[in-house]
């Protein structure tokens, strides 16, 4: 139905070009991203036993090498799949941070938390997802109630304190012995994702407003692919370290009860965690440098601008 009623509706609003595909480009950036993010997902194998297979080391080089490669032919190239040049700006940069530490937070903590709600606490599936749904709700709601805080009062007074926010929850859930109580749960799940919508989108306008006109496109396929790849390298390192810390907590112990496997678990989680916190505080940090950039920014505003708006004025979209 989404693909149906885009395809009925959606028309474009910019002058349609048809630039040559670069096969290669695509090529490493496949195997860029794909293999830090199956190589990150394997370090966890072998946990705390140091048990990890070579292959994966290769997969992570591989992975690292054909990114480097995928770059520096973005850089020579007439046409890139995806403009380097947006790294140039400043502000756009750290959006770029913001967004991958926050991605990756946001998944690590929908997989961890249910996880651990399910196996050692025992929650049923039905309750973890209930404790986790009005969350979920709040930050897709939120999300234009801080556009137009954003539009107001500009991206500080939102990354400021969502971030504060941030490093709060993940402290409250890191005291194993609040999460008994679904209810403390579901409020602190529900501050987690609302601390999220005031970071991501506050930090992500604030960085495209910094690009000129002809970079948006490409600052749009940075950060979407950035978002996406830091969401999958997210979940899978964090679930590695969970496994990790459950494996050195039963390292040596022959045939572990049920208590132990819980207290295993709990420490992996704790771990886990941590790195979360890490993470959230470096992003406090760098949040304390964004400035506000007006929509002006960039070409916006020059008289090549101006030309290029009169001109897709003058001429509308091929269909």
């Known amino acids: 139905m989404t693909i149906l009623f885009g395809y009925w509706r959606l028309k474009n609003v910019t002058r349609t070009s048809r630039p ?3 096969i290669i480009s695509i090529i490493l950036s496949t195997i860029g991203f794909g293999g830090l993010v199956f190589g990150f997902g394997s370090l966890g194998e072998g946990g705390g036993e140091g048990a ?5 080391y290769y997969v992570l080089g591989a992975g690292a090498i054909s990114l480097i490669l995928f770059v520096l032919r973005q850089i020579r190239l007439k046409t890139p799949v995806m403009d380097m040049r947006v790294f140039r700006h400043s502000m756009f ?5 913001l967004s991958i530490i926050m991605t990756m937070t946001m998944f690590a903590m929908m997989l961890v938390l249910p996880i651990y709600l399910q196996q050692v606490l025992l929650y049923s599936t039905l309750t973890t997802g209930l404790v986790m749904l009005p969350g979920g709700l709040l930050n897709g709601l939120m999300s234009p109630v801080m556009g137009r805080l ?10 400021i304190p969502g971030i504060s926010m941030l490093i709060l929850t993940i402290i409250g859930f890191m005291q194993t012995e609040l999460l008994e109580s679904p209810w403390i749960v579901m409020g602190l799940q529900t501050v987690l994702m609302i601390s999220i919508a005031m970071i991501m989108m506050p930090s992500q306008t604030n960085g495209l407003n910094a690009l000129p006109a002809e970079l948006y496109p490409h600052g749009t396929a940075v950060l979407s692919t950035l978002q996406q790849t830091s969401g999958a390298l997210g ?36 771990d886990a965690f941590m790195i979360g916190l890490i993470l959230a ?20 505003g ?14 509308p979209a091929v269909e």
């Open 281 to 300: 505080c470096a992003g406090f940090v760098i949040a304390l440098f964004v400035n506000r950039v007006h929509t002006g920014g960039g070409s916006h």
């Open 52 to 56: 990890v297979s070579s292959y994966v």
């Open 150 to 159: 954003f539009d107001k009062y500009g991206p500080r007074v939102l990354l």
């Open 235 to 270: 979940a899978a390192v964090f679930i590695s370290i969970m496994q990790s810390g459950q494996n050195k907590a039963l390292a040596g112990i022959a045939n572990p009860g049920q208590a132990e496997q819980a207290a295993a678990m709990t420490a992996g989680v704790q």
């Open 302 to 315: 020059t008289p090549e601008h101006k030309e290029e708006v009169k001109e897709l004025a003058a001429n």
């Open 20 to 22: 040559k595909l670069d």
């Open 93 to 97: 940069t750290i959006a770029v941070v």
